[in-house]
């Protein structure tokens, strides 16, 4: 099987795409995680808050 141009460049594409598709969930999981904190952090300190009052 003779390798070509062609080939070379539809196998990069696919490699780049699998690469940005891997990127696009891990910064969703990224914001995911973020959020959570952030939300889990203010029902902690308001739960602190209203026991103090």
Do not use: K, P, W
Request: charged share 20%.
């Amino acid at each position: 099987m003779e390798v070509t141009r062609t080939d070379q460049v539809e196998e990069l594409v696919e490699v780049e795409e699998h690469e940005h598709s891997l990127v696009g969930a891990g910064t969703f999981i990224s914001v995911g995680v973020v959020g959570a904190v952030i939300l889990l952090t203010y029902i902690v300190l308001y739960g602190l808050y209203m026991s103090r009052v």
